[in-house]
């Protein structure tokens, strides 16, 4: 007829929860730990070559300059046509 299933297991055993050491480490250890963690990730970064500084640098002071002088633009407008109103209404 039908066979029945076997399963097969193995007796458990009983699961002891590891205390976890809930103490804050001291001052210096938390200090030397952060250390070595900045220390790690910085050398992972890919620094730039000395010639892609200076490009980047160059196109920063660029667009900074035109922002400059574009707002400048714009206050002198603002400017004018503020005096121009003070001396219709005035």
Do not use: H, Y
């Not at 250890?29 to 952060?34: E, H, I, P, T, Y």
């Not at 992972?44 to 035109?66: D, F, Q």
């Not at 002088?69 to 005035?90: K, N, P, S």
Request: proline share 3%.
């Amino acid at each position: 007829m039908a066979e029945e299933k076997k399963t097969n297991t193995a007796p458990t055993k009983a699961v002891t929860a590891v205390k976890k050491d809930e103490t804050k480490p001291g001052f210096f250890k938390r200090v030397g730990k952060w250390f070595r963690e900045m220390r790690s990730e910085l050398k992972k970064v890919i620094w730039p070559t000395g010639k892609t500084l200076v490009n980047n640098t160059a196109i920063s002071v660029g667009v900074m300059l035109v922002s400059a002088v574009v707002l400048w633009g714009f206050d002198e407008l603002a400017q004018m046509l503020v005096r121009a109103l003070f001396t219709l209404v005035g």
